[in-house]
């Protein structure tokens, strides 16, 4: 019974190639979060949903694209992708205001070549 | 904005030890403060958290984390450290505001423990 799921959880891909992550969560949380964590374990939000609603989009490149079907799976789309696109991506969840807490995924370790 | 300082970047403590790894938070307001562990190649662990009320605050795996308002600190300690307790450990703050609710977080203190 795994609270937020992510797939897959390791993805090797040359650049330039188009890759997306799945992320579902069975919390019944109405917010989904992506991280990133580089490569000496610093973690940024990338994006927000709310009720399928993109809440927070921070400084990332367009390349990257989240879409929420419905407020239980949040999947990140990555264009063209670059070298320094290498890194663990996080989902997580919660409920509005973060009041309860935030629920991580086990990640998803993309290496670009 | 509000931030995160992990003052420590790398710990080691010998097994049996007691253990305080640091976090001093920036927030204007009441924050929600929360202490992560990962282990290597792992996702993210909840290991406690604080919203209100009491501010020593239980975790799990015997950990325990005293909130400081007037030091603007969130400590995690525990009173013997075991080796498995090995890992990456964060602290965060979560905040609302106008743009959503974030956990912002620091930058992780490492964790060795020694035999």
């Known amino acids: 019974d795994t609270a937020v799921s992510q797939t897959p959880k390791y993805l090797v891909t040359q650049m330039g190639n188009d890759k997306s992550i799945k992320c579902e969560q069975n919390?019944?949380?109405?917010?989904m979060y992506w991280y990133k964590q580089d490569s000496k374990k610093f973690l940024k939000i990338m994006f927000s949903?709310?009720?399928?609603?993109?809440?927070i989009n921070e400084t990332v490149p367009n390349r990257f694209s989240p879409k929420s079907p419905d407020k239980a799976h949040l999947n990140l789309h990555i264009n063209s992708l670059e070298l320094g696109d290498s890194a663990v991506y996080f989902c997580?969840?919660?409920?509005?205001?973060?009041?309860?807490?935030?629920?991580f995924g086990s990640g998803t370790r993309l290496t670009v070549v | 904005a509000q931030s995160v300082t992990q003052p420590d970047i790398h710990i080691t403590v010998s097994e049996g030890a007691s253990l305080e790894l640091r976090c001093n938070y920036s927030?204007?307001?009441?924050?929600?403060l929360f202490w992560y562990v990962q282990s290597p190649g792992q996702g993210l662990q909840l290991l406690l958290k604080?919203?209100?009320?009491?501010?020593l605050v239980q975790g799990i795996k015997g950990f325990e984390a005293e909130f400081k308002r007037s030091q603007s600190s969130f400590n995690l300690r525990k009173p013997s450290v075991h080796w498995s307790d090995a890992a990456e450990y964060f602290c965060?703050?979560?905040?609302?505001?106008?743009?959503?609710?974030?956990?912002?977080f620091g930058e992780g203190t490492q964790l060795t423990v020694n035999p």
């Open positions: 965060a703050v979560g905040a609302r505001g106008t743009s959503g609710s974030r956990l912002t």
């Open positions: 949903y709310n009720n399928k609603e993109l809440i």
């Open positions: 927030y204007g307001a009441t924050p929600y």
């Open positions: 997580a969840s919660s409920n509005s205001g973060g009041s309860y807490g935030y629920t």
């Open positions: 604080y919203f209100s009320g009491d501010t």
């Open positions: 919390l019944g949380h109405d917010t």
